[in-house]
């Protein structure tokens, strides 16, 4: 831990110096600016947390809007609304858990996506440049959310005992070998699939973002204070930053897919008859 | 033993990099056969690409989780 805080010390130290010919190395600390809003408190927001507030308020305004006077015949904001909640519909919703529990699923399924995707987009929004998915607390809260839909659902669905019953047998192992598998199915159900669906999320989108500072930043290093013909190299790294802001885009979307695909599973799972 | 000592100071950097390689190589040869075997499903059979593609979608994401955990573990455990 003491090591962990001198490198961000020593990482911190020519940013501190303004950054003026020194090759600014992307950290960890990036991910944590200082607080802007209401400083001190609970409520303390930094400017990850004011954009990820912003971007909700944009999503919900823009489904608002579309879905303000709704028509049997859409038309222009209402049809792209439409197709964007089709394609969670019929590739998520329906594909995973059928049609009757899929419609019911649909409104958290369909808010997931469209928030985690707002989310991510923010790690190529010009100004903003982190996603507010790349730091602990929302993918954590996402999953716990997940994790506490299942879990309630499924021993709705199935009464408590039935319910363990349905996350932990697994039929047609063999009885020596049942309890490992028991404990190890729990542990998945338990442990294990919050903690992937957290991690997988912030991981992405952790290094999608170091993978830009360090593309950019050794661009604008290269091109500034290279000599010789380092600063065609330096044009080289802003070429690949650029190509990589569209590889971060469609990442992006994936993982917003992913994440709600894997909730879809999950959920389906746990409320599923058949194992 | 000298020699050793003198081969380790000249090696600078930091071993996480070197950790998350490692890490790559399994989730990489993973991907590799799992994204050409959909490839060849859809190919015999495109009516049912959709399916594959899903399927292929949830398992790029247990196997990329495994290169995910080499790259974090190497921020947490510096």
């Known amino acids: ?275 | 033993m000298s020699n050793i000592l003198a081969a380790a100071d000249a090696v600078s950097g930091n071993l996480n990099a070197i950790g998350y390689g490692l890490a790559a190589i399994g989730p990489g040869i993973g991907l590799g056969i799992m994204v050409g075997k959909t490839i060849e499903g859809m190919a015999r059979q495109p009516e049912a690409a959709p399916m594959l593609r899903t399927t292929m979608f949830l398992g790029l994401a247990f196997i990329e989780v495994l290169a995910l955990i080499g790259l974090v573990a190497g921020f947490l455990f510096q």
């Not at chain 1, 669905?157 to 047609?172: A, C, R, S």
């Open chain 1, 1 to 275: 831990m003491e090591h962990t805080l001198n490198a961000l010390a020593l990482t911190q130290t020519p940013l501190a110096a303004g950054g003026d010919g020194e090759f600014h190395t992307p950290s960890i600390s990036e991910f944590f600016p200082d607080a802007v809003l209401f400083e001190g408190t609970v409520f303390e927001l930094n400017r990850i947390r004011i954009a990820l507030v912003l971007v909700t308020l944009v999503i919900a305004a823009l489904f608002a809007i579309a879905m303000r006077n709704p028509q049997r015949v859409p038309r222009g904001g209402q049809n792209v609304a439409e197709t964007a909640i089709d394609f969670v519909r019929n590739s998520i919703a329906l594909e995973t858990l059928g049609r009757v529990k899929g419609t019911r699923y649909l409104p958290y399924l369909v808010t997931l996506f469209f928030f985690v995707l707002g989310a991510n987009i923010l790690a190529i929004v010009p100004g903003v440049n982190i996603a507010a998915s790349s730091t602990i607390g929302l993918p954590f809260l996402l999953a716990m959310i997940t994790w506490a839909i299942y879990h309630v659902d499924g021993v709705r669905e199935h009464g408590l005992f039935g319910y363990i019953k349905v996350q932990t047998v697994v039929p047609g192992v063999p009885k020596a070998l049942a309890p490992v598998v028991i404990l190890l199915e729990a542990l998945q159900a338990l442990i294990i699939r919050p903690f992937s669906l957290m991690l997988r999320l912030l991981a992405n989108m952790m290094a999608g973002h170091i993978l830009l500072v360090l593309f950019f930043s050794g661009a604008s290093y290269l091109l500034l204070h290279g000599g010789g013909l380092l600063p065609v190299a330096g044009a080289g790294s802003a070429v690949m930053g650029l190509a990589f802001t569209g590889f971060e885009l469609f990442v992006a979307a994936l993982q917003a897919y992913i994440f709600t695909l894997l909730t879809a599973m999950y959920i389906n799972m746990a409320i599923s008859h058949e194992h």
